[in-house]
Nanobody, 119 residues
Framework: QVQLVESGGGLVQAGGSLRLSCAAS????????MGWFRRTPSKEREFVAA????????YYAESVKGRFTISGDSTKSTVHLQMTNLKPEDTAVYYC????????????WGRGTQVIVSS
C-alpha cells in the first residue's frame, strides 16, 4: 500500500516562503505523476501543481504561477513545492498526490499539511 507523507507546513507572514515536501513509501510504488492540491474550509479541493516524470513537465494553477515551483525525484519518490510570495488566500491544507501509470487520475493521497499565511 502506498503512503504519502507531507511535511513543511506552518505559519508564515504574507510575502514569505515555505517549502513543502512529500515522501512516498510502500511497495510497489509506481508513479507517473505527482502533484499538490489544497483545500480550504470554504472551497473544494483544488489543483495547485503537478509534475510529469516522463519529461519533467510541470503544471500550475493560474493562481500560483510564478510563485510556486514543483520539483522532485521519481527515483526517490519525493516531490517538493517551493512556495514564495505567499498570500493569505494561500492558506489551506496542502495534500500530496500520486498517479500511477495504471490510473487515469490521482488516486493516492497524503493526510495533508497545514499552511497558514497571516496578513
Amino acid at each position: 500500500q502506498v503512503q504519502l507523507v507531507e511535511s513543511g507546513g506552518g505559519l508564515v507572514q504574507a510575502g514569505g516562503s515555505l517549502r513543502l515536501s512529500c515522501a512516498a513509501s510502500g511497495h510497489p510504488f509506481r508513479t507517473y505523476s505527482m502533484g499538490w492540491f489544497r483545500r480550504t474550509p470554504s472551497k473544494e479541493r483544488e489543483f495547485v501543481a503537478a509534475i510529469l516524470w516522463s519529461n519533467n513537465s510541470t503544471y500550475y494553477a493560474e493562481s500560483v504561477k510564478g510563485r510556486f515551483t514543483i520539483s522532485g525525484d521519481s527515483t526517490k519518490s519525493t516531490v517538493h513545492l517551493q512556495m514564495t510570495n505567499l498570500k493569505p488566500e494561500d492558506t489551506a491544507v496542502y495534500y500530496c498526490a500520486n498517479r500511477s501509470p495504471y490510473e487515469s487520475d490521482f488516486r493516492s493521497w497524503g493526510r495533508g499539511t497545514q499552511v497558514i499565511v497571516s496578513s
